[in-house]
């Protein structure tokens, strides 16, 4: 199975029907009322828009859910990689002016996360809600024992060694088996180095209605510092006892939704 098929495979998972958008060159899935108030979902480095089939469907109950393909990563975009912070804060507002989304609620898991948090810094007046689902480089780095045991997968990306790795991560969890098929066809994509993280020097979310997700299982940072350094920033934060860092969202889409439709005082 190619990547594609298997793209639109776990596109079909979502259950609903998805507009498939063009945003110069930014892959977008989209469902919901087109009135209905905005989320933005942005996925994990590596992970790709489908990965939200088990938390788009029940947020566009009552959402309008755009889904975006960061362009240079595994998916469906075109538009030129962004190599720097700037490029991405760029193509981020791009896609969101494209849209015509002004304070959206924003949400992003790991590599997703740090991007919507350092938008939302950079970009207060144009968020309305923020929510980080166990997020990397925002308010902690990663364990050294997580960066090593990914290096294989990283240095000569298979996916049998990506495979391997979101195995050892996520400790014996059901995963999804579209998801992780599609995964691992992703490294044999051509892509381009992502931008690197630059945590913020000091976050003060107290300007903002912010949520963070912490996954009490996660093998890439510690659980419990993430979740002191998020509530004394000012975020309020959920955790989920039984998930990893990379059971997210795919095998907690409903908790995470749930907890997204009350934040978003839609529920």
């Given at each position: 199975m190619s990547f594609q098929?298997?793209?639109?495979?776990?596109?079909?998972?979502?259950g609903v029907t998805v507009d498939q958008l063009e945003v110069d060159g930014t892959?977008?899935?989209?469902?919901?009322a087109a009135d209905a108030p905005p989320v933005v979902l942005l996925a994990g480095h590596g992970a790709t828009s489908p990965v939200w089939f088990s938390v788009a469907p029940r947020l566009a109950e009552r959402h309008r859910v755009y889904a975006l393909d960061l362009p240079?990563?595994?998916g469906r975009s075109t538009a030129t990689p962004p190599r720097t912070v700037d490029d991405l804060m760029?193509?981020?507002?791009?896609?969101?002016?494209?849209?015509?989304?002004?304070?959206?609620?924003?949400?992003?898991?790991?590599y997703g996360a740090w991007t919507a948090l350092t938008y939302a810094i950079r970009n207060?007046?144009?968020?309305?809600?923020?929510?980080?689902?166990?997020?990397?480089?925002c308010f902690l780095g990663l364990k050294t024992s997580y960066v090593l045991r990914a290096l294989p997968a990283l240095l000569r990306p298979s996916p049998a060694r990506n495979e391997s790795f979101l195995r050892w991560e996520t400790?014996?969890?059901?995963?999804?088996?579209?998801?992780?098929?599609?995964?691992?066809?992703?490294?044999?994509?051509?892509?381009?180095?992502?931008?690197?993280?630059?945590r913020?020097?000091?976050?003060?979310?107290?300007?903002?209605?912010?949520?963070?997700?912490?996954?009490?299982?996660?093998?890439?940072?510690?659980?419990?510092?993430?979740a002191r350094r998020a509530v004394a920033a000012g975020a309020t934060v959920i955790r989920l006892e039984q998930a990893t860092h990379h059971s997210l969202?795919?095998?907690?889409?409903?908790?995470?939704?749930?907890?997204?439709?009350k934040f978003s005082g839609q529920r």
């Open positions: 098929v298997a793209y639109d495979v776990l596109l079909g998972r979502w892959h977008v899935n989209a469902c919901g240079g990563d595994a760029n193509w981020l507002a791009g896609v969101l002016d494209g849209l015509r989304l002004e304070r959206p609620l924003l949400a992003g898991h790991s207060p007046a144009r968020v309305g809600k923020l929510a980080l689902i166990d997020p990397t480089n400790q014996g969890i059901p995963i999804d088996p579209d998801w992780l098929h599609l995964a691992g066809l992703a490294t044999l994509e051509p892509t381009t180095r992502p931008v690197r993280p630059r913020p020097a000091a976050t003060d979310l107290r300007e903002f209605d912010t949520l963070v997700f912490v996954a009490d299982r996660s093998k890439s940072h510690d659980p419990d510092e993430l969202p795919a095998a907690h889409g409903e908790e995470l939704s749930d907890e997204l439709l």
